[in-house]
């Protein structure tokens, strides 16, 4: 039985209950792919979003924890990580770091989350750890901690890690690679969303779909693009990131590409990108 088709019968009414209003978007950059673009999207989307005034928290669920040094968190000083809440031995305040970004934070992650699927093994509601300590954060912010965006950096896989980070989600942000099976992979990806939605996280969407890595001298790369438009219509953002050798050089210096060169046309993008980001919240918002 896999962790989104185990019975949910632990589930109480007051785990079903409603997220009150004025709590944090909160949104799993997802992508069962790997190389897409994923971490290197929640490292900068989250710094643009706080450079633009946003209070945001990233959630570092990847055990390779790239997010993290990117970030520049050095793997020694993560004494308490996101391992530690999801077994229970720490709340995610007491993981959280703030960073060189002004408005962002980090939970960072270390390589013992790898072990944390055999670790729970079939621990009572083992999916809904991430969601319960998202919600006890909201219960205990500070006022410099009270943030409008929570991103959760997923794994490129399909574990217990991004079941969680699904069903602590309101929507699910997907980098897409402009290259040759990228709809593939997409494909893949809906169908899980879908398998979340109907057994864990029922309020769970798509906020959009990323073109990371475009480069329109490429013709593939415009063939991708118009094939991922055609498929998903007004779910992929008009923002697409290019392919720049800045984006690339700025986590070996554990910082986001927007610190480390701000006139990069990788850091203009990320910048319309959060902006697209806000303007989409906004129209949800004004229609539900």
Request: with cysteine; net charge negative.
């Amino acid at each position: 039985m896999s962790v989104i088709d185990e019975p949910q019968q632990e589930q109480t009414a007051q785990e079903q209950a409603v997220v009150p209003q004025g709590h944090p978007r909160i949104l799993a950059l997802a992508n069962q792919k790997g190389g897409v673009g994923k971490t290197t999207t929640a490292i900068n989307l989250g710094t643009a979003l706080a450079a633009i005034g946003e209070r945001v928290l990233i959630v570092d669920l990847d055990p390779q924890g790239n997010a993290s040094t990117g970030l520049g968190i050095d793997r020694r000083s993560r004494s308490c990580s996101t391992y530690d809440v999801l077994i229970g031995e720490a709340a995610l305040r007491e993981a959280v770091v703030s960073t060189a970004v002004p408005r962002l934070h980090i939970a960072p992650s270390t390589m013992d989350l790898s072990g944390l699927e055999l670790e729970l093994g079939t621990t009572p509601g083992r999916a809904f750890k991430l969601r319960d300590a998202i919600g006890a954060l909201n219960n205990n912010v500070s006022p410099d901690a009270d943030y409008t965006y929570v991103l959760i950096d997923c794994p490129p896989s399909l574990n217990l890690l991004t079941v969680n980070a699904m069903a602590a989600s309101d929507a699910i942000l997907v980098p897409l690679q402009c290259e040759f099976f990228a709809l593939e992979g997409l494909s893949q990806l809906l169908q899980t969303v879908e398998q979340v939605r109907s057994t864990l996280n029922p309020n769970l969407s798509i906020h959009g779909i990323v073109l990371t890595m475009f480069d329109s001298r490429n013709n593939l790369s415009n063939q991708v693009v118009a094939d991922v438009r055609q498929f998903m219509g007004e779910k992929v953002y008009k923002t697409m990131i290019p392919r720049n050798v800045r984006i690339s050089e700025a986590p070996s210096y554990g910082k986001p590409v927007l610190v480390y060169d701000l006139k990069c046309v990788g850091s203009e993008a990320y910048l319309r990108l959060a902006t697209e980001v806000i303007q989409r919240e906004r129209e949800l918002r004004t229609t539900h």
